[in-house]
């Protein structure tokens, strides 16, 4: 790499769009209909690049053509990244089709460029922009198998010596070692304990002497198959001291200040994976027939296609006000993107488990018009192998649960109306220096949580007051945590209520999304049904079980069901958009 200045306008070797939904039309027409068998890129052929462990070539070749890298530059620096909401559309378009090009391809780069955004200088931000922009890759090399997500326990080693960086130590499982151009490198740089310990680094693959590195065999996994996944040994590597990113000492606080963006962004994405899920049990349904109708229309079945829905638009509703509240409120995320992560995840792979049952002993072909249903289960569940655990995520909120209770819920005032719906008074970008390592001390979810509670009625209202007796449950128990429930070696009850503040927030956020929406006269989602079967379902997760009445579940599920069945037929998505796509 050589220091170039910040690009400007539109990636040379990428389209010009007009709008967003251009962008998404334009790649799911690159794509074309993924049930063609015919399709180069269909479901059949990314099926049998699968069994090879591979990634398909003909589809990494249509995301060159569209580059996808420039979805993860800045516009500042040449690209097409303004805010994660339009990020998160752009790859649950990738997802759709095939987890591993979403990983392998791109959004290993998007984890190691954020931490260049967020604390590069001005050449090495330029760097990455222009190595990105040319459709290469960066590799992320955070993990040391020893010490799991515990990254701050990290042992790999940069030493000064001199006007140069001496790298020594084991890092494995990273995605796309390989293959990447430049490496962004976590390494311990002070013996001593503490949040200044460690620092970052980036390192061009031409840095590293092919003498002083030994590369390690491939891992192979079972999901994620066509992730090139591998690890390397460092022995007295040097770098230049440019190389550092950031100041020293400052790797971890990067790390938190950017695991914000790639928190959210993860089940963000695999909601594409439970999108397809769902349109294939949908088709097995519906194509076969058990006791005189179709599968489809049994009431188990159709309760659990119709829940798995309501979880969909749950998540959806959940993953977009905090996009969104990374630009209108950014102090919050530090625990909010960490809530996403882990309860969103866990509702993703539930909801497979749950389809599983719809299509039976189909959902474990390799092949034939439902084979991709085994791949895309497969691939969800390691899809956060290269990033924070679920219970990394709720040691990172168990710290803020006192002051929280003590100073924020039922004393803060409601979000403002922007973090639920579209709004010209978002900031269009996020500001990658307005993020905080830590340290919140507000959350206006919850309080726009308890101010729907005391003026909806009917099931809306009855739901909005379970989650508000909730909050007032969890603030009697979190303001009087020990400091010792405060860490990662906290009691199973402690992570209990960091558990409990995720579903919190989630209810929250579809309050508001629902509320938004009926204000603005949004077809659907101003609708009771998605919202009651959503809640119910999300309280059932919690004690004190669900809320509706069986005839209230039962009429919710029945117009879930009938909704899901309109967008299979017409071909649209399942999350909130309701977008066209090809097939």
Same mark, same amino acid.
């Given at each position: 790499?050589?220091g170039?200045?910040?690009l400007?306008?539109?990636?040379? $070797?990428g389209?010009?769009?007009?709008?967003?939904?251009?962008?998404l039309?334009?790649?799911?027409?690159l794509?074309?209909d993924p049930?063609?068998?015919? $399709?180069?890129?269909g479901f059949?052929?990314?099926?049998q690049?699968?069994?090879?462990a591979?990634?398909?070539p003909?589809?990494e070749?249509?995301?060159?053509?569209y580059?996808?890298?420039?979805? %993860?530059?800045?516009?500042d620096?040449?690209?097409?990244?303004?805010d994660?909401?339009?990020?998160?559309?752009i790859?649950r378009t990738?997802?759709r089709?095939?987890?591993?090009l979403?990983?392998?391809y791109?959004?290993?780069s998007?984890?190691a #460029?954020?931490n260049?955004?967020?604390?590069?200088?001005?050449?090495?931000?330029?760097?990455v922009?222009?190595?990105?922009?040319?459709?290469r890759?960066?590799?992320?090399?955070?993990?040391?198998?020893?010490?799991?997500n515990?990254?701050?326990?990290?042992?790999?080693?940069a030493?000064?010596?001199?006007?140069?960086?001496?790298? $020594?130590?084991?890092?494995?499982?990273?995605?796309? =070692?390989?293959?990447a151009?430049?490496?962004?490198?976590?390494?311990?740089? @002070?013996?001593?304990?503490?949040?200044?310990s460690?620092?970052?680094?980036?390192?061009?693959? @031409?840095?590293? +002497?092919d003498?002083?590195?030994?590369?390690?065999?491939?891992?192979?996994?079972?999901g994620?198959?066509?992730?090139?996944?591998?690890?390397?040994?460092f022995?007295d590597?040097?770098?230049?001291?440019?190389?550092?990113?950031?100041?020293?000492?400052?790797g971890?606080? +990067?790390?938190l200040?950017?695991?914000?963006?790639?928190?959210?962004?993860?089940?963000?994405?695999g909601? /594409?994976?439970?999108d397809?899920?769902?349109r +294939? *049990?949908?088709?097995?349904g519906?194509?076969r027939?058990?006791?005189?109708?179709?599968?489809?229309?049994?009431?188990?079945?159709?309760? +659990?296609?119709? #829940?798995?829905?309501a979880?969909?638009?749950?998540?959806d *509703?959940?993953?977009?006000?905090?996009?969104?509240q990374?630009?209108v409120?950014p102090?919050?995320?530090?625990?909010?993107?960490?809530?996403?992560?882990?309860?969103?995840?866990?509702l993703?792979?539930d909801?497979?488990d749950?389809?599983?049952?719809?299509?039976g002993?189909?959902?474990?072909l390799r092949?034939g018009p439902?084979?991709?249903? &085994?791949?895309?289960?497969?691939?969800?569940?390691?899809?956060?192998?290269?990033h924070?655990?679920?219970a990394?995520?709720?040691?990172?909120? =168990?710290?803020?649960?006192p002051? =929280?209770a003590?100073?924020?819920w039922f004393?803060?005032?409601?979000?403002?109306?922007?973090? %639920?719906?579209?709004?010209?008074?978002?900031?269009?970008?996020?500001?990658?220096?307005?993020?905080?390592?830590?340290?919140?001390?507000?959350?206006?979810?919850?309080?726009?949580?308890?101010?729907l509670?005391?003026? =909806?009625a /009917?099931?809306?209202?009855?739901l909005?007051?379970?989650?508000?007796?909730?909050?007032?449950?969890?603030?009697?128990e979190?303001?009087?945590?020990?400091?010792?429930?405060?860490?990662?070696?906290?009691?199973?009850?402690?992570?209990?209520?960091?558990?409990?503040?995720?579903?919190?927030?989630?209810?929250?956020?579809?309050l /508001?999304?629902?509320?938004?929406?009926r204000?603005a006269?949004?077809a659907?989602l101003?609708?009771?049904?998605?919202l009651?079967?959503?809640? @119910?379902?999300?309280?059932?997760?919690?004690?004190g079980g669900?809320?509706?009445?069986?005839?209230?579940?039962?009429?919710?599920?029945?117009?879930?069901?009938? &909704?899901?069945l309109?967008?299979?037929?017409?071909r649209?998505?399942?999350?909130?958009?309701?977008?066209?796509?090809?097939?």
């Amino acid at each position: 790499m050589t220091g170039a200045t910040p690009l400007a306008g539109r990636p040379e $070797n990428g389209p010009a769009f007009s709008s967003v939904t251009a962008r998404l039309d334009h790649l799911d027409e690159l794509f074309g209909d993924p049930w063609d068998d015919a $399709n180069p890129v269909g479901f059949a052929a990314l099926l049998q690049a699968d069994e090879r462990a591979e990634p398909s070539p003909d589809a990494e070749k249509v995301l060159d053509t569209y580059c996808l890298n420039a979805e %993860f530059v800045p516009a500042d620096h040449g690209g097409r990244f303004h805010d994660m909401e339009t990020f998160a559309d752009i790859m649950r378009t990738v997802w759709r089709r095939d987890p591993c090009l979403g990983l392998g391809y791109g959004f290993s780069s998007f984890i190691a #460029g954020v931490n260049v955004w967020a604390a590069g200088s001005i050449d090495q931000q330029a760097d990455v922009a222009e190595l990105l922009l040319s459709n290469r890759r960066v590799a992320s090399a955070y993990h040391e198998l020893a010490h799991g997500n515990d990254f701050s326990r990290a042992e790999f080693s940069a030493r000064r010596s001199g006007r140069e960086w001496v790298l $020594n130590g084991r890092k494995e499982v990273i995605t796309n =070692l390989y293959r990447a151009d430049a490496l962004v490198l976590f390494a311990r740089t @002070d013996e001593a304990l503490g949040s200044r310990s460690h620092s970052q680094f980036l390192v061009p693959r @031409d840095a590293l +002497t092919d003498d002083r590195i030994d590369f390690l065999p491939r891992f192979p996994s079972s999901g994620m198959r066509g992730v090139n996944l591998g690890g390397a040994v460092f022995s007295d590597c040097r770098l230049p001291e440019k190389a550092l990113l950031g100041r020293e000492g400052s790797g971890i606080e +990067t790390a938190l200040r950017s695991f914000q963006l790639t928190r959210l962004a993860l089940p963000a994405m695999g909601l /594409g994976i439970v999108d397809t899920g769902l349109r +294939t *049990a949908l088709a097995c349904g519906l194509d076969r027939r058990l006791y005189g109708r179709r599968v489809a229309e049994i009431p188990p079945v159709r309760s +659990t296609l119709a #829940g798995v829905f309501a979880d969909l638009l749950m998540a959806d *509703a959940f993953c977009r006000v905090v996009a969104r509240q990374l630009r209108v409120a950014p102090d919050q995320t530090p625990v909010t993107a960490s809530a996403v992560k882990y309860l969103v995840s866990r509702l993703l792979i539930d909801a497979m488990d749950e389809l599983r049952g719809v299509i039976g002993a189909r959902a474990y072909l390799r092949q034939g018009p439902y084979g991709i249903f &085994q791949k895309l289960a497969r691939d969800l569940a390691p899809a956060g192998f290269g990033h924070a655990s679920r219970a990394a995520c709720q040691v990172t909120i =168990l710290p803020h649960l006192p002051r =929280l209770a003590r100073r924020s819920w039922f004393s803060d005032g409601p979000a403002p109306e922007a973090l %639920f719906g579209p709004s010209s008074s978002v900031p269009a970008r996020v500001d990658f220096t307005s993020l905080l390592p830590g340290g919140t001390r507000t959350d206006n979810l919850s309080g726009t949580l308890v101010t729907l509670a005391a003026e =909806l009625a /009917g099931p809306p209202g009855r739901l909005a007051r379970r989650f508000r007796e909730e909050l007032a449950g969890l603030r009697r128990e979190c303001a009087e945590m020990p400091p010792a429930d405060l860490t990662i070696d906290a009691s199973p009850a402690a992570y209990d209520l960091a558990a409990r503040y995720t579903a919190v927030l989630a209810a929250a956020a579809c309050l /508001g999304t629902w509320w938004h929406a009926r204000n603005a006269g949004v077809a659907f989602l101003a609708e009771e049904a998605w919202l009651c079967a959503a809640l @119910d379902r999300l309280a059932a997760r919690m004690p004190g079980g669900r809320v509706l009445t069986h005839e209230e579940r039962a009429e919710s599920e029945q117009a879930l069901f009938e &909704q899901s069945l309109r967008r299979h037929e017409e071909r649209r998505l399942f999350d909130l958009t309701a977008r066209a796509i090809p097939g």
